[in-house]
């Protein structure tokens, strides 16, 4: 497989069980400066970006006819005249004006593609990660004041600084974070996020930041080649994730898509120094048909050396295709350079998102994903492999899901998932509002036994049942302690947009939690976060997990906008946290 060329020097239906299958009620202000993924046989798994689609079905069918009849009659006219004279310039010219007038007047003018607006129109059928959600109306009321939290919170380290100027996009606006531990030398970090948010989906590029002193500093870049503000050609790029392999590489997986044509694909950008520096990007997947869409990516590696598919990078991603939701997971053994054909986990018309796949010690693979069957209801599927990815089990329900979501947020709702490497425990957290039923509270399920079981979800997040707890990670350090990350509204005394990012633990492998602790020094106002349609501040956020230590990354509102002083901006922050 070949690569994007470098241009940027910046730093399913299914057989049966056991058979399986292949490969509030205040508002925010407007701010002033406006801050602004059966068969896959249509699909082309080369680099090259295809035009913009020319031979798509007719969008204006029901004009088709009367346009054949017009174009027919102008021919015959003209190869009438033709006959009559090949050398009366003068006629020919004032025959043209007679007949293209009426004729551009006639026919229907051809709508240019939007990938926003396909969405839009298509957000009944499918679940997208770039959808564009109804909008609640904003008015145009002051913040409330901020309320002071317990001084024992850890001190948070920013991250990002607008290294990028937004040229179309919201500027200063940084969203859905995401950070991967180097499993061989844990001081050395790298986090991924979305920079400059588009309000109608993605962003201009896609920043990365690397630490080498267990996250106390940090150095910044844009990923290279990628986008048109990072030196490449797609014009917007989403869903940053971020894995480590076993020899200092690091795999940053997106997605990225162009609005004005129906071009998304699905791609890998490799470090092999730890984060310093990123290579120009490879496709995994790219598609070019207006009924496609490749949404939700995540990537992990098999960093075990005893396993067979030691070094294997596993990239897993949905598509929308047509009347089907496919969900696919695509397997690199060359370190990222190519990828083959994508196994097909499941097909069907339920809208399926937020694929998230654990390798364990063994080499085996699991799969996890959430399954749509109404607004806010749900399932959350697990299909597994014993052979590095090459044929997978059916999907079965691990548990079910019932989500009321935040008022004027986009919190993602999507499941995280992590895996106990030396138990072999599963756990997965997601936000549920079955324990309270007028806010979601964070859920938790396991199995220890290599997901063939699963314990019934209970409560992880503590604090008043009627304030809202969203967006969670889980991660498990290798003395077995769990960590589950999330945000919260419980310090908001409206519970409407002051925001906290908490953390709790547990020292029995997951079986009761600590007290939630606060990561954020203060509370933070989301209604400055960027805009995608609601509030955001990510589909998801990330949690890390050392020896000892976590290393949660989040999104929050501290500072003061550089473009206008008196808003705050996003931005992207962490800290070092040790039960």
Known sequence: MQKIPASCGLETGFAQTGQTTHSGDNSAPQPEHARFSNSISSTSYSTPIPSAYANEEEKHRGTKGSQENIEGFVVGIISYEREWTETNMSFRKLLFVLIAFPLAVLLPAQQPFSRSHWIAENSAKFWFSESVLASNTLEDTPPPATFALPASAPAEVQISHDIFQATTAQPETESEPTIAINPRRSANLVAGYQEARFANGGAEVLG???SFDHGAHWKEGIVP?????????IQRASDPWLAFGPHNDVYFASIAFNETDPLSGIYINVSENGGKRFKSPVAVIETSAIHQFNDKVSVVTDTSNASPGFGNVYVCWDQEDGNQVKVLVARSTD????????AVLQSTGRPSIGIIALVDSHGNLFAIWLSLQGRGAGQILLSRSSDAGITWTEPAAIARVQENGVKRLRTGGLPATAIDKRSGAIYVVWPDSRFTKTADQIAMTMSTDGGSTWSAPKRISDGPPNKANFTPAVAVNSHGEVAVSYYSLRNDPRGNNLV???IQIST??????LPAVQMSSHSFDVRFAA???RFFLGDYQGLAAASRSFHPVWVATMNASQINPSRKQPDVFTTRYRN
């Not at 080649?225 to 050609?233: E, P, Q, R």
């Not at 029995?508 to 939690?513: A, E, H, K, L, P």
């Open 500 to 502: 906290d990012e908490l």
């Open 531 to 533: 805009r995608a349609r």
């Open 208 to 210: 990365f930041a690397y």
């Open 225 to 233: 080649d990628l986008t048109i503000g990072a030196g490449g050609s």
């Open 335 to 342: 370190h990222g350079n190519s990828f083959g054909t994508p």
């Open 508 to 513: 029995v492998g997951g079986q009761t939690f």
